[in-house]
């Protein structure tokens, strides 16, 4: 297993430029199995989450080639419903093949995606969903399977909103007999993303980025092309290291309009930004102030950036409270940063940090995604030498962030785990 070894105390100083957001390419290919007709898909991130994405497309037997920089699907005809347990287990993300099948297949059989180093994680909305939309669903063998001659269009509202949740229902009214409208919708711009590239397909949707969106089913789709948005949380991660180093970054190619709240709550930390159309410009100056924050789905303060964040208020100046409202034990880089000399203390769903005015390297787990860009960002700032370990959770959905990282004059480097 790799590690990343990091020394840290340098502010980083030049420009980053953000790729394709994952969790947009991730729901993009997915739909790709609502038709037939060529897909060509640009700024596609090269991280394992989106590998494995299509991995699962080409076991269902769809084609997916890489041809330069872009990414071509054919789906004319689709041969296998199935997504097994071996590859859902690597990606939860895999649900989302569960709508499109249903939809244009009228069978699918899913690996119900298991425990979560986050929180629980269920699908009871998606299965909820579908079977509103006429689907028949069964968890049998610890498979999902869901049947349906052709779904229908209904209302359907969700709880709370649900990102995936939200993705797997609109791809299954794309094809389904009639309108359907998806109630307290996620308003996240990975599904507005999704929507513009299924209506350049024929799909018919409006409302998406709000909560309610309307779908009125058609019988197929044809192929587009399409490019993938930045991702805003990679890019958020990019202006994180830069304030907690006390640096001078620029984030190229990413929207500052999708990053709202994470830019408020920098500025109120004393970071200075300049947006720009595709750019964002820090500068600190001096040392940052703490300040609360609540996740909370878009346009909250992603959960995504939960971590980074915790890390940042680590070294502000006073008490900061974050409280994570979307997943419940999303605190797992706590104990981490502690040993990093953090004074953090959980109280239920927040953490109560009192900032210190350094960090000191240490040898550090991670958890999940977010957590290692959270500990890496920590390390970035330390004092002396930080390993994380297990960062084939950040290869998960961060492309090339140690060359990315070094390009701004950190040292960081990829090494194999020594072995206990
Ligand atoms: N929920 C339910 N039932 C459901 C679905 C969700 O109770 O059927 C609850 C969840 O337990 C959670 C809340 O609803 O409390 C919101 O979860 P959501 O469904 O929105 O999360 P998700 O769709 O599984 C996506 C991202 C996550 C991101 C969350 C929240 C993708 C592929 N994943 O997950 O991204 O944290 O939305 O914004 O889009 C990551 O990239 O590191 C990551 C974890």
Redesign the pocket.
Same mark, same amino acid.
């Given at each position: 297993m790799d590690q990343i070894v990091i020394q840290g105390g340098r502010p980083l100083r030049g420009e980053v430029r953000t790729s394709g957001a994952?969790?947009a390419a991730?729901p993009i290919l997915a739909s790709t199995i609502l038709g037939g007709g060529e897909c060509v898909l640009s700024n596609m991130p090269r991280v394992v989450d989106v590998l494995t994405m299509g991995k699962l497309l080409g076991m269902l037997g769809i084609a997916v080639t890489h041809e330069g920089d872009h990414t071509v699907v054919q789906a004319h005809s689709v041969a296998s419903t199935e997504a097994p347990y071996d590859l859902v287990r690597t990606m *939860?993300?895999s649900v989302l093949v569960l709508g499109p099948l249903v939809a244009r297949l009228g069978e699918a059989k899913v690996s119900l995606p298991g425990g979560c180093a986050?929180g629980? *994680? %269920?699908?009871?909305?998606?299965l909820a969903g579908l079977e509103r939309m006429g689907a028949i669903v069964e968890i049998e063998h610890g498979y999902i399977k869901a049947t349906a001659r052709r779904l229908k269009g209904c209302r359907i509202y969700f709880d709370? %909103?649900?990102?995936?949740?939200t993705e797997n229902l609109m791809m299954a009214a794309v094809l389904a007999d009639g309108t359907t409208i998806l109630e307290n919708a996620?308003k $996240?711009p $990975?599904i507005t993303d999704l929507s513009a590239f299924l209506v350049k397909r024929g799909a018919r949707i409006a409302g998406a980025g709000t909560d309610m969106i309307t779908i009125e089913g058609v019988t197929e789709l044809h192929g587009a092309d399409h490019e993938v948005i930045p991702d805003r949380?990679e890019a958020g991660t990019y202006l994180v290291a830069g304030a907690i180093t006390g640096g001078q970054v620029v984030v190229e190619r990413c929207r500052p309009e999708h990053m709202e709240p994470l830019l408020v709550k920098l500025r109120e930390s004393g970071v200075e930004l300049a947006e720009e159309k595709e750019c964002i410009r820090l500068k600190v100056a001096g040392r940052l102030k703490g300040t609360n924050v609540r996740t909370s789905p878009h346009p909250g303060f %992603?959960?995504?950036m939960q971590a980074q964040f915790v890390a940042l208020m680590a070294v502000a100046e006073g008490t900061s409270v974050v409280t994570e409202t979307?997943?419940e034990s999303r605190f797992m880089h706590v104990e981490e940063l502690r040993r990093m000399g953090a004074d953090i203390r959980v109280e239920g769903n927040r953490v109560v940090v009192t900032g210190k005015e350094r960090l000191t390297g240490a040898p550090v787990m991670a958890s999940d995604? *977010?957590a290692s860009a959270g500990l890496i960002v920590a390390g970035l700032a330390a004092e002396g030498t930080t390993e994380v370990s297990r960062v084939y959770h950040l290869d998960r959905?961060y492309e090339r962030l140690e060359e990315k990282f070094r390009a701004l004059g950190a040292s960081v480097e990829r090494r194999k785990e020594k072995c206990p």
């Open positions: 994952k969790n991730l *939860r993300a986050i629980s *994680r %269920p699908v009871n909305f998606h709370t %909103p649900s990102v995936t949740g996620a $996240e $990975e949380i %992603p959960t995504d979307i997943f995604l *977010r959905g």
